[in-house]
């Protein structure tokens, strides 16, 4: 009985037939469930998800490669090409291992002066192509296309494509006008005004290629590629599967090329500054010129490094626009808005006579301040204080109407706003609007004496040469100019009203003549065959007081009508308005108006610019610089 038990309690034999089916069943029950499991993934797979992983196998079998939009082309007011867009061709690599990227650039190297550099730069940038093809040449010359394909055959692995090029047939000479295009870059792509933008789309950076880029850019296209699991290339499609591009729209300006050429040619060498020019009936531009500058080819399909850094060093600051950006007190170009307040709250007259005559200065308040001739200019009335740019007069009209009178009307004629042209980047000037702004802005109240500064545009008086273009577009244009502008046909509102009588005007304008007959401050420079109004100024220069910024602005007209262009000049350390600014700007005029009605003008010399042609040549000569035809300023002290 003992054994018996004994058997029946011991382990049961694994190999027992009972046992082992035990186990076959529950081998067979998981291999059903595991199998059930791998049939319903299958069946989700194929069969509920099917559309969704074939699009995600498409969408790693396909590519996209962006093809660029033509950019529109811009135009002048007279139809000449400011900006267009050419066919350029460039030089790319198939991607692959370092060792095969340095040997398909081996045979070329030497044909198209590549150095160990270069070649370097090839490599790395072939590390992060993600399989596609690795720019080596943006922009080839006609020459090199040519050598490459009389060796094509025996060149694998390159590959020379067709693509638009910006170019801009006048260079230097347009490039704060028109600015110039790069590739849009991550914070840019990121931000809601380039929602609609790709990687590797070249937009507006600065200037008009900025304000109108909606306009300019036009739409880029899409070729569908096939590609491997690495991301090479492995065919393309059909043209006709492809989204081909939308050419941007062409722009129309009112700038005259000639004239802003013309401007370039004669601007001084090594001379800093700007230059506008404008219709003060419609407010349209004509030209607007800063100094240095620099040539915006040199941007087209990516600045080198060497160029950025040049033009981002360079103490002269080629690319800062002074004509709507470079703030300078406009000395006694000033005056003219003082004399308009004076003959409006009629504390003078065009025939009045100051009590003080000018003896080379005057004391006011505890302060002595001088006038530019330290002689004197004897007693004078407002129209022989305009034309000798006394400041002697101009101290005691301000003082005369206070200094309160002088703030409230030099905010009200838009000293202290922007113009509102239609370009990026515009600084707005300088001007206080009370005195409450001298406790906000210095933390002092203003002294009496600080009338006599206001008077005769100094002190915390700080301009464009745009805002003071626009000045005298009123001045010329009746007592109201529109605002400035650039786009042709753009609909614009009286931006300046001087609210001022035409007697007024009238008084002014008188003034402005004398500045340029005899014994005016700017004789020199009157006009053989039209009539030139203006008035010359001499301002401080905080970084050189021995060496003041130099300007002139007035409008010319034919004899008997109504002025037909404004404009304004602002020579840096120019020292002189008479000596260094009314040359250029009297030519402006004359070149304008003998352009305008027929009559002959000096040649226009060639531009010589960066390109696929000339690309290399242009930069040994950046920044371009005109020859020198305005005359050697005098050394002696002059008249404003």
């Known amino acids: 009985m003992s054994r018996y038990l004994e058997l029946t309690v011991r382990p049961e034999d694994p190999f027992h037939p009972h046992a082992r089916r035990k186990r076959s069943l529950s081998a067979i029950l998981f291999l059903v469930m595991a199998l059930g499991l791998l049939g319903a993934a299958f069946f989700r797979t194929q069969i509920v998800r099917n559309d969704e992983?074939?699009?995600?196998?498409?969408?790693?079998?396909?590519?996209?490669?962006?093809?660029?939009?033509?950019?529109?082309?811009?135009?002048?007011?007279?139809?000449?090409?400011?900006?267009?867009?050419?066919?350029?061709?460039?030089?790319?690599?198939?991607?692959?291992?370092?060792d095969s990227i340095r040997a398909r650039l081996a045979p070329v190297a030497q044909l198209l002066g590549l150095d160990s550099a270069a070649i370097a730069g090839?490599?790395?940038?072939?590390?992060?192509?993600?399989?596609?093809?690795?720019?080596?040449?943006?922009?080839?010359?006609?020459?090199?296309?040519?050598?490459?394909?009389?060796?094509?055959?025996?060149?694998?692995?390159?590959?020379?494509?067709?693509?638009?090029?910006?170019?801009?047939?006048?260079?230097?000479?347009?490039a704060h006008v028109v600015g110039y295009v790069l590739e849009i870059n991550d914070r840019e792509l990121q931000s809601k005004e380039w929602e609609n933008y790709r990687q590797g789309q070249h937009i507006g950076k600065t200037g008009l290629e900025r304000q109108y880029e909606k306009q300019l850019g036009g739409q880029m296209g899409a070729q569908y590629v096939e590609v491997d699991s690495r991301?090479?290339?492995?065919?393309?499609?059909?043209?006709?599967?492809?989204d081909p591009p939308e050419a941007g729209q062409d722009v129309r300006l009112t700038l005259d090329l000639d004239l802003q050429r013309y401007i370039h040619q004669i601007w001084p060498t090594g001379m800093r500054g700007a230059a506008v020019a404008m219709v003060p009936s419609t407010g349209e531009i004509l030209a607007l010129y800063s100094a240095p500058t620099y040539d915006p080819n040199l941007f087209v399909g990516g600045v080198s490094g060497q160029d950025w850094s040049r033009l981002n060093s360079d103490p002269a600051r080629p690319l800062l626009n002074?004509?709507?950006?470079?703030?300078?007190?406009?000395?006694s170009t000033w005056k003219l808005a003082t004399a308009i307040v004076g003959l409006e709250r009629g504390v003078i007259t065009p025939e009045y006579v100051m009590p003080y005559p000018c003896v080379g200065g005057m004391a006011y308040a505890g302060r002595y301040s001088r006038c530019w001739k330290r002689e004197g200019h004897g007693p004078q009335n407002l129209i022989q204080a305009i034309a000798n740019s006394c400041n002697v007069y101009f101290y005691q009209l301000g003082i005369r109407l206070g200094l309160d009178d002088l703030t409230r009307a030099g905010t009200r004629l838009g000293f202290s706003r922007p113009t509102g042209v239609d370009m990026p980047g515009e600084?707005?000037?300088t001007f206080p609007a009370d005195r409450a702004w001298y406790?906000?802005?210095?933390?002092?109240?203003?002294?009496?004496?600080?009338?006599?500064?206001?008077?005769?545009?100094?002190?915390?008086?700080?301009?464009?040469?745009?805002?003071?273009?626009?000045f005298f577009s009123a001045l010329?244009?009746?007592?109201?100019?529109?605002a400035p502008h650039l786009l042709a046909g753009r609909p614009t509102d009286v931006e300046t009203d001087l609210n001022v009588s035409r007697q007024t005007l009238t008084s002014v304008w008188r003034g402005m003549a004398a500045v340029i007959e005899a014994g005016g401050t700017a004789h020199a420079v009157e006009l053989q065959n039209w009539k030139l109004y203006g008035k010359t100024g001499t301002s401080q220069n905080s970084a050189d007081p021995k060496r003041p910024h130099a300007w002139?602005?007035?409008?010319?007209?034919?004899?008997?009508?109504?002025?037909?262009?404004?404009?304004?000049?602002?020579?840096?350390?120019?020292?002189?308005?008479?000596?260094a600014a009314a040359p250029i700007a009297s030519r402006m005029a004359d070149f304008y108006l003998n352009r305008k009605h027929g009559r002959p003008t000096p040649p226009l010399v060639a531009e010589s610019i960066a390109g696929p042609s000339s690309r290399d040549s242009a930069r040994r000569t950046l920044p371009a610089a005109a020859t020198a035809v305005v005359p050697t300023r005098p050394r002696a002290p002059e008249p404003d």
């Open 53 to 98: 992983f074939a699009l995600r196998a498409d969408d790693n079998r396909f590519d996209i490669v962006p093809i660029p939009a033509p950019r529109g082309a811009i135009y002048d007011r007279n139809g000449k090409l400011v900006a267009e867009t050419v066919t350029g061709y460039s030089l790319s690599v198939e991607p692959g291992p370092a």
């Open 122 to 174: 090839v490599v790395a940038a072939g590390r992060t192509s993600r399989g596609r093809a690795v720019p080596v040449i943006p922009h080839l010359s006609f020459e090199q296309v040519s050598k490459l394909q009389e060796r094509r055959g025996r060149l694998h692995g390159l590959r020379v494509d067709a693509s638009p090029v910006r170019r801009y047939p006048a260079g230097a000479a347009v």
């Open 231 to 242: 991301g090479r290339v492995l065919g393309r499609f059909a043209p006709q599967i492809n």
């Open 322 to 331: 002074r004509a709507i950006a470079g703030i300078y007190p406009p000395g």
């Open 427 to 429: 600084r707005v000037g």
């Open 439 to 470: 406790v906000n802005r210095f933390g002092w109240r203003p002294p009496p004496s600080e009338v006599m500064n206001v008077s005769i545009g100094q002190g915390p008086n700080a301009q464009t040469p745009l805002r003071m273009a626009q």
């Open 476 to 482: 010329a244009g009746n007592g109201s100019a529109r």
């Open 552 to 579: 002139f602005t007035g409008f010319a007209g034919p004899r008997g009508r109504d002025p037909e262009i404004v404009v304004a000049v602002l020579v840096e350390f120019g020292e002189s308005g008479s000596g």
